[in-house]
């Protein structure tokens, strides 16, 4: 079963991104996260979402 919500950690091996890269993308808005405490997480429909409006490289 797939977790509805990943920490910061979990994103970026799910990503295939950099964590200061995954960081970036939070800040220009492109990842939306949410406060669990004192985490930070990422909802799993958001990582999906920020995958599907990925555009093709060209």
Do not use: N, W
Not at 10 to 33: C, Q, Y
Not at 38 to 46: C, G, L, P, Q, S
Request: charged share 30%.
């Amino acid at each position: 079963m797939t977790p509805l919500l990943h920490d910061l950690a979990s994103a970026v091996d799910m990503l295939g991104i950099s964590r200061t890269r995954l960081f970036e993308e939070i800040k220009a808005g492109h990842i939306e996260t949410v406060k669990l405490g004192k985490r930070t997480m990422i909802k799993h429909a958001e990582l999906e979402r920020y995958v599907a409006d990925l555009q093709p490289a060209a």
